[in-house]
């Protein structure tokens, strides 16, 4: 039915941490690149991490670097958001999607590309940063 779900948001002091979980079904889990955006009220989409299932390479936007950690259980089907240190502005609803991985395949270039590239998506989780 629905091939990503997301879970594992909500209110957080800042400075907390926060564990999302996106759970795939419905297509081969090891061909796919699972990604999470986030969307706060008013903003744009913005591309979080990504990880390859396939080689396990992972991407951090800069404003999460050091403060997030992106991991797959392949026996679970599940990619997991580590969110520590977490800031006011990260508040928003956040999206896990899933893209192909073909020949050639980069994170780094799938999150340029950004939403666009995400075959997948699951329903959002919302994560709030607030004292």
């Known amino acids: 039915e629905v091939p990503l779900q997301a879970s594992g948001g909500g209110l957080v002091q800042p400075g907390g941490s926060l564990k999302l979980s996106c759970a795939a079904s419905?297509?081969?889990?090891?061909?796919?690149?699972i990604a999470w955006f986030r969307q706060a009220p008013g903003k744009e989409r913005e591309g979080v991490s990504c990880?390859?299932?396939?080689?396990?390479?992972?991407y951090y936007v800069d404003s999460v670097k050091s403060r997030f950690a992106i991991s797959s259980d392949s026996a679970k089907n599940t990619v997991y958001l580590q969110m520590s240190n977490l800031k006011p502005e990260d508040t928003a609803v956040y999206y896990c999607?899933?893209?192909?991985?073909?020949?050639?395949?980069?994170?780094?270039?799938?999150?340029?590309?950004?939403?666009?590239?995400?075959?997948?998506w699951g329903k959002g989780t919302l994560v709030t940063v607030s004292s």
């Open positions: 990880i390859s299932n396939s080689d396990g390479s992972t």
């Open positions: 999607a899933a893209t192909r991985i073909l020949p050639f395949f980069s994170v780094a270039l799938t999150m340029v590309q950004g939403a666009s590239a995400m075959n997948y």
């Open positions: 419905g297509f081969t889990f090891d061909d796919y690149a």
